[in-house]
């Protein structure tokens, strides 16, 4: 029987990027369905009843919640197809380890840029700035943080480059300027077909950013 497929998910989300990218990556078929984040589904609801949240692969009728969990049960299913873990255990935890980093800074710091000003906003973009320099000495000389190919820690970092422009127009300063090392890492991976046709558009992100900043009566 073959595979069926199902990722709940909303267009500008980082963390359904991530699923996109993974499944693209391996060539699995699946059905994407937009969620109203207003207005969520029946379906989302009873396949997340925990947290809410989007994105949700549902694999065969059985929902998996949370990207990262998501995207490492991806590639356990569909192991024999461009693997993004490595085999060895210590190179999986430290994988691993740096997609919970990327979490727990370049996300969080991301989103206090865009909805903070002053001197929060700038010390979020110092540590910004600082946490994008520790995953590049992570990177070293390797063209992605997986080697050679596409691994674990890049579809979980890459797709905050969707929000790059936010960031810099909100928080006025150039990733590229402050660290040209990691924005060529992140064009290297726009080459890819399978990050570049998951990625959102970041003039387009940065239009929904403007719109709930104005819904919340916020100026930028």
Known sequence: MADEVLLLDFWSSPYGMRLRVAL?????QYEYREEDLSNKSAL???SNPVHKKIPVLIHNGKPVSESLVALQYI???WRDKT?????DPYLRAQARFWADFVDKKVSELGRVIRTTKGEE???AKKEFLES???LEGELGDKPYFGGETLGFVDVALIPFYSWFYVYEKCGNFSIEAEQPKFYAWAKRCMQKESVS???ADQKAIYDLHLQRM??????Q
């Open 197 to 199: 046709k998951s990625l």
């Open 24 to 28: 693209a990556e391996k060539g699995i």
């Open 121 to 123: 906003q700038e010390a």
């Open 83 to 87: 693997p993004l873990l490595p085999s």
């Open 214 to 219: 104005k819904a919340r009566g916020m100026d």
């Open 44 to 46: 989302l609801l009873q």
């Open 132 to 134: 994008i320099g520790l």
């Open 75 to 77: 590639d356990e299913v």
